[in-house]
Nanobody, 126 residues
């Protein structure tokens, strides 16, 4: 099992940057592929970025490609989402998620993830 807690959200002007952190507890953390999702007001939860359990493969939504970077530090049991060149449309609650142990690579659908954090709010103003 794994428990996830996000942090690092806040308010920023368009063009600014934020780094989100996802602190994980559980002795099998490094066996999970990880992902970041977001959900804006009245919208469906959507995939943002994913990272393989090895940390060597990444996947990004087209809307954030080139601006966001996902990474993990297994020694610290932490996954990060570096967000640069933020846009107002990036405003959402951001969630960290973990797949099941047999999933080496992240999926892009919420149902493919077994564990979720509580979310952290990111607000980008113009």
């Amino acid at each position: 099992q794994v428990q996830l807690v996000e942090s690092g959200g806040g308010s920023v002007q368009a063009g600014g940057s934020l780094r989100l952190s996802c602190a994980a507890s559980g002795r099998t953390f490094n066996s999970y592929a990880m992902g970041w999702f977001r959900q804006g007001p009245g919208k469906e939860r959507e995939f943002v970025a994913g990272l393989s359990r090895s940390g060597g493969n990444t996947l990004y939504a087209d809307s954030v490609k080139g601006r966001f970077t996902i990474s993990r530090d297994n020694a610290k049991n932490t996954v990060y989402l570096q967000m640069n060149s933020l846009k107002p449309e990036d405003t959402a609650v951001y969630y960290c998620a973990a797949t099941s142990p047999y999933s080496a690579y992240p999926g892009v659908r919420p149902y493919q993830y077994d564990y979720w954090g509580q979310g952290t709010q990111v607000t980008v103003s113009s």
